[in-house]
């Protein structure tokens, strides 16, 4: 994980110091927080700046500063994992590794080839010298953030960044599509004072569209959310990325309209894990879940096995299990989603090392109401004893903790449940199960100081909640049980495993049901290729801006793209069966590979969002509809709170 910036600017008009705000540089370097460095380039005979600036989180092979130049000043920053598609030795940087490769590229076809075939997430900007050309782009699902603002004077700056600041100011920020590779003739930029942007797509390898469709779509799409001053062209080649995952198999079975479950005997009102042992007796099925099983093990294990693990994790330094430190955490509700990405990366996560769990509740709004109440005094007390700040909670006990009812909100009480799966599961591994706690206080507090800053350019109710529920649990400050006691713990490991991309795939949302209901399988396979297509603007820049705040790298096991090829692969009744009840028919084959895997109770819990489940949607207003405008980013004076 890294944050990385560039500004360009034409000499005549300004520095490029004069747009990089220290509101962002300071923001920058908390996702980078073991090196930051900049670099200007300046071409004086083109009259252009260039400022780079790179700050680097160090989770594997050598520490690499950033920015690198390299003898032909080309200029490379990088903020991404390979996990295949180029090798990385244990011992190399993904970074350098690039680097080289992208030098040796003679050609713009050769920088496509070589990011065709990385696989892993990754943002990038690369100033290629001999050519004055700024190439930059996101992966085909936009899982690492990439920002860009242009000025809205002709020939002013033009900005790219991991992560900008709040303002309402009319030069807005604005995710960088995931929609391909974008190039930049600095050159012409600074000989005519127009910037013009030359796009290169991604396209399907068995490309079922004409090239010129494929740009034409895209050019539309990119084009509408550009100043009028910026041009957006294809590039004249007609080049195109080859996209990492194959399209979706849209093939609707002949006998669709039958339930594939009614061989089960009234399933319909009844569910449980005997209804998916019914499934498993069926040998395809079962081969199929075996089949899903392993890729998305693969997926899990390149996730949790690329970064470093120090000395202090052997033996010989540290001959207490309970002093090691984790390496690997989860956002964790108990839901089926994490359960199976824990019960995963118990297998191949060093069995000596933890695996943080965290999970999130914000205070239940009756008891928030209720704290400045002083009927009971002795509840009062222990209630504000859990809710002070990390100094005061050193002597908090479990027996009268673990217990307070204002934050057993849903996901803490079917976290807890997990909880008890996995340890049956695996007895020798140490869970630490994080109960993070959030009071209103600090919710608005965190959210101005710098939530908001990271949740945009997005601004709706749902970027809001989840973004808030995102940050407090990543950050992994709460309390684990220890002998009966619970105890403050701030949550040591680097990487962070969402299950983001299992409900856009598998049909585990609610409105999936309602497309179903309306348009049958064909309609609810729309709905799916729409999902994948605008994840990267709906969550994925989002939620790396959030988890990237502390220091942390999101992963994304089920965006893996062996995983989603997998999915692509299955006509849709093999994934999902909506004509069965919540709980067993959305994202069915995942509750398959969870009873195979061992769990019981949590293969069988519908779909509960966050904001739901954590209570964070219930905590400040009940009147607003998820796609509203949030007020509460806006940015608003300490009295106001």
Same mark, same amino acid.
């Not at 769990?357 to 005094?377: D, W, Y």
């Not at 990271?454 to 684990?480: H, K, M, N």
């Not at 502390?550 to 062996?562: C, M, S, T, V, Y």
């Given at each position: ?27 920058? $370097? $908390? ?21 780079? +600036? ?51 590229? +003679? ?36 899982? $690492? ?97 080859? /996209? ?144 002070? +700040? ?86 992994? @400050? ?43 399988? @064909? ?10 297509? $605008? ?73 509960? /969002? ?32």
């Amino acid at each position: 994980m890294c944050g990385i910036c560039c500004i360009v600017t034409l000499c005549s008009q300004h520095t490029t110091h004069d747009f990089f705000n220290e509101d962002i540089l300071c923001r920058l $370097r $908390r996702r980078g927080p073991d090196s930051s460095q900049q670099l200007v380039k300046t071409a004086s005979d083109l009259s252009y700046e260039c400022l780079f +600036s790179g700050h680097v989180l160090h989770l594997r092979g050598l520490m690499t500063p950033q920015p690198l130049e390299d003898a032909n000043n080309n200029i490379f920053l990088w903020n991404g994992e390979i996990f295949s598609g180029v090798h990385v030795g244990d011992l190399e940087n993904d970074t350098e590794v690039m680097f080289h490769h992208l030098a040796l590229c +003679s050609s713009e076809a050769g920088v496509l080839s070589l990011f065709s075939s990385l696989r892993g997430p990754w943002s990038f900007i690369y100033y290629q010298a001999s050519r004055h050309s700024l190439w930059f782009g996101r992966d085909y699902f936009g899982r $690492r953030s990439l920002l860009w603002q242009f000025s809205n004077e002709i020939g002013g700056a033009f900005s790219l960044t991991s992560v900008s600041a709040y303002s309402e100011s009319v030069n807005q920020w604005q995710e960088v599509p995931a929609s391909g590779i974008f190039k930049i003739d600095l050159k012409a930029y600074a000989t005519t004072k127009s910037l013009s942007l030359t796009l290169f797509p991604w396209k399907y390898s068995s490309a079922e569209k004409a090239v010129e469709e494929i740009f034409m779509n895209v050019l539309d799409q990119v084009s509408k959310d550009l100043p009028n001053h910026v041009r957006l062209v294809m590039n004249e080649s007609k080049l195109c990325l080859t /996209a990492p995952v194959i399209p979706l198999n849209k093939t609707i079975s002949e006998v669709s309209g039958e339930c594939p479950g009614t061989h089960i005997s009234n399933i319909t009102h009844v569910v449980s894990v005997e209804t998916l042992q019914g499934f498993l007796a069926d040998e395809h099925k079962k081969k199929l879940v075996h089949a899903f099983t392993d890729v998305l093990s693969e997926a899990v294990k390149r996730r949790v096995l690329s970064l470093s693990r120090g000395e202090d994790q052997k033996a010989s330094q540290v001959p207490n299990m309970s002093d090691r430190k984790a390496r690997v955490a989860v956002l964790f509700s108990g839901g089926i989603d994490s359960m199976v990405i824990a019960a995963l990366a118990d297998k191949h996560v060093p069995l000596e090392e933890p695996i943080d769990l965290l999970n999130v509740a914000f205070i239940m709004k009756e008891q928030a109401k209720q704290k400045g109440s002083t009927k009971n005094p002795t509840n009062r007390g222990v209630q504000l004893g859990l809710l002070a +700040s990390q100094e005061g909670r050193q002597d908090l006990h479990a027996k009268t903790a673990a217990h307070l009812p204002c934050f057993d909100v849903p996901d803490r009480i079917t976290g807890r449940a997990g909880l008890k799966e996995l340890e049956a599961i695996n007895p020798s591994r140490t869970w630490n199960f994080v109960e993070i706690n959030v009071t209103l206080e600090e919710l608005k507090k965190m959210r101005q100081q710098c939530i908001n800053h990271l949740i945009y350019p997005l601004d709706t109710v749902l970027d809001d909640s989840i973004g808030c529920a995102i940050w407090f649990a990543s950050r992994g @400050e709460g309390f684990i049980s220890n002998q009966g006691e619970l105890k403050p713990y701030k949550s040591p490991a680097k990487v962070v495993l969402t299950g983001i991309g299992a409900d856009e795939q598998l049909a585990g949302y609610s409105r999936h049901r309602v497309c179903f209901k309306k348009y049958g399988l @064909e309609g609810l396979n729309k709905e799916l290729e729409m999902e994948l297509d $605008r994840i990267s603007s709906r969550n994925l820049g989002r939620d790396d801006r959030i988890i990237g705040d502390h220091g942390k790298e999101a992963r994304f096991p089920f965006l893996d793209e062996d995983v989603v090829s997998f999915f692509n692969s299955l006509p849709i009744l093999e994934k999902a069966d909506l004509t069965l009840p919540r709980g067993i028919g959305e994202k069915l084959i995942l509750r398959l590979a969870a009873k195979e895997l061992g769990l019981t109770a949590s293969t069988l819990l519908p779909k509960r /969002a966050v904001q739901f489940g954590s209570r964070i949607a219930k905590l400040e207003s009940n009147s607003e509809k998820a796609s509203d405008t949030c007020s509460r980013l806006k940015l608003f004076s300490v009295d106001e709170l």
